[in-house]
């Protein structure tokens, strides 16, 4: 995919308590895209509990891996540096010492955050990607978690507590037993935290990832995003709850975990259990973004803060894959009149979904015809994409299957399918049959559809082709607009040679 000139990369380098990562977005927009992302688990904050001080050994690979991300930063010309310190260097003896060397590495001021500034960067991470985000955010990470209170786009109560994950195994000595009496003790120090009953809790940090990833491959998800995947309260804890048993050795050779999540995941599931027997949560919502994405967030204006992020991804995929987007556009419009009737009646969100898949509808015209739907359907499903649960996610995809490949039941859409009801499959079959038939007059270029409306009259539903767009009728046109009628359970005409003035009223 072609990047935009119009573009200037922000680099984010995060010194985290386990990890230390750099990821280089194409811009602070609504709908950040990554243009370079690597970590390397240092475990800055191994010893810091025990010992007042960061180990020396992590130290000094910490520091390799910034050389590495300055080098980084210079190739690809990201002028704007953001960096940023937590729990490990902010309570290590010597943390001020490496980041005065970590200063000196990417020639670029550390922001050394406080507990309360890092649990105000989280919560803004989990608002750039869930607008309507309602509940508690736990961020857990090697040295400390931060919980903070979301409502109506703001953040309310918030606290960093010493249970990252590192620093549990620390203190705990490795002992599961003393770690669970650990996290009892500090949450029962917080008096707030009922007000996440009944709401969603979102999970943030690449413990409580590795968590969903092992969940997924337990239950054979169809979908391998992280962001909005929600698991039911009673799996998540009966999940928790087996894997805080588990010992770091138990978990070798699952694949889904890497080498180096395996020695934390333990005392996250740990913290998670206890968290939602305490909570008592609706559900737990993995959130992909965190303290970066909040960062970038504070970068945008009060207009771009406003833009809807989805829509915005989709815009912006949209100019760089599909023919038009001005056709796009014009193709929700032309579908207003199609989702008009009373049995179609859309909500907001079944509205937004629509106008986002119109967007994506001709993203896959470049593949050979053969892979089309499956390139479509892989791309948008697996997407880089915000503010949107799976269930919206598989609607759009199977929708740009479905303009593809026209109606196709099969294995690769059947595990789609599972995720959504009966009545937005039946809408991704109706808007995808609608794109078949305007790209037959359109070959998805603009200046048709606003000139040839659809409209409903009895049991029919009619296209009209005035002058001079009559003659763009033909035999396959005709198959594909009675297709679309049929799942409408009406008689189709495409009706010609009218009037522009006529076919206008």
Known sequence: MPRRNDLSPVAVVDIGSNSVRLVVYEAATPAPTPLFNEKVLCGLGRTVASTGELDPKSVERALRALRRFRGIIDQIGAEKIEVIATAAARDAENGPDFVARAEAILEAPVQLLTGTKEAELAALGVLAGHRQADGLAGDLGGG???LVDIFDGTTGDAVTLPLGGLRLIDVSGG?????????????????????GQGRDFY???????AFARLYMAQIEYPLSVMQDFHIKTEDALKFASALDLQSPNSLAGISEISTARRETLPYGALVLERL????????????????REGLLYT???????????????????ARRRSRSVE??????DWTDALFSIPELEETPEQRRLRYAACLLSDIGWRAHPDYRGTQSLNLVAQGNFVDLDHAGRAFLA?????????????????????????????????????????????ASLPGVLPHTPLSYEGDRLIWTLPEPYCNLEGERVERRFKKLAALLERDGEVRTGVAMQQAAV
């Open 276 to 291: 939602i027997r305490r909570v008592k949560p609706k559900a737990v919502v993995i959130s992909a973004y965190g303290i």
């Open 299 to 317: 970068l945008l204006d009060e207009e771009e803060r406003r833009q809807d992020p989805l829509i915005a991804a989709c815009e912006d995929l």
């Open 203 to 209: 999970a943030i940090g690449g413990t409580w990832r």
């Open 175 to 195: 002992s599961l037993k003393k770690a669970r009496e650990i996290v009892d003790e500090e949450l029962g120090k917080i008096d707030w935290l009922d007000k």
């Open 398 to 442: 199977l929708t740009v299957y479905f303009r593809a490949e026209g109606y196709v039941k099969d294995e690769l859409t059947e595990s789609l399918r599972a995720l959504i009801d009966e009545d937005m499959v039946l809408r991704a079959r109706i808007l995808g049959a609608a794109m078949r038939s305007a790209n037959m007059v359109t």
């Open 144 to 146: 400390s978690l931060e």
């Open 327 to 332: 056709n796009a556009y014009e193709l929700c």
